[in-house]
């Protein structure tokens, strides 16, 4: 059973750019959340999803940032017109169904915007 | 707003020593967890605290939760070269009735270097 998959592990963007992480979670787990972890910070929570629908987005940036996890397919976060300020590992986790289930975390995707 | 304060953030100890990493948070919660992440890695989950005194082992690592003072602790017995990393505790931020792993917030973590 492979682990929460996220591609790309680096990904670089110049400002204005658009940049898509992508999240694949845990065979059987329905659940997805990012969380971003700046320099020398604690993970901060951005957003949980399930299958199609947008559970929590307390923690996301109010513009410019997006999250998705359609039926079919990897969860995506997007971010439009990156800033410098975006640099940072962005961490998927998953967990199966059920009430307060452990999440696994991915390995993230390093964004760089130069 | 929650906040969860670690300290030390940063610690050097020598192989054989003993230490402890406090990890204070400032609402009242009774879940709290401790991760380790090694450089460029992921997030690996080492203990799940779920209750006031709940006291977890695991090899060279021991985890308490003390909810009332709101502190949790990870004690290391006899460092290891191989323990360095870096250590965050997360808090339960948000517990969701419909199902789900819980939101946490996460301390800054604790850089641990142990020198041979």
């Known amino acids: 059973n492979a682990g929460v998959m996220q591609n790309p592990r680096h990904l670089v963007r110049r400002r204005g750019q658009e940049a898509r992480l992508r999240c694949s979670p845990m065979k059987g787990h329905s659940h997805v959340y990012w969380y971003r972890q700046l320099p020398e910070e604690g993970l901060k929570f951005m957003v949980y999803l399930q299958k199609e629908n947008i559970i929590d987005e307390s923690g996301m940036p109010k513009e410019r940032f997006s999250a998705e996890f359609p039926k079919e397919g990897p969860s995506i976060l997007r971010i439009q017109q990156v800033v410098r300020g975006d640099s940072a590992a962005y961490f998927c986790?998953?967990?199966?169904?059920?009430?307060?289930?452990?999440?696994?975390f991915g390995q993230g995707t390093r964004l760089t915007v130069v | 707003e929650l906040k969860v304060e670690q300290n030390p953030l940063f610690l050097s100890m020598q192989e054989g020593k003993n230490y402890t990493i406090y990890c204070n948070y400032s609402?009242?919660?009774?879940?709290l967890y401790w991760y380790r992440q090694d450089p460029g890695k992921s997030l690996e989950s080492l203990f799940v605290l779920l209750s006031n005194g709940a006291v977890k082992q695991e090899g060279r690592l021991m985890a308490s939760l003390d909810t009332k003072a709101r502190l949790s602790t990870l004690h290391i017995t006899a460092a290891v070269h191989d323990l360095s990393a870096t250590y965050f505790c997360?808090?339960?931020?948000?517990?969701?009735?419909?199902?789900?792993?819980?939101?946490?917030?996460f301390g800054k973590g604790t850089h641990l270097i142990i020198q041979p």
């Open positions: 986790a998953s967990s199966p169904p059920g009430a307060s289930t452990e999440a696994f």
């Open positions: 609402t009242t919660s009774d879940r």
């Open positions: 997360a808090v339960v931020l948000i517990v969701y009735s419909g199902g789900g792993a819980d939101g946490l917030t």
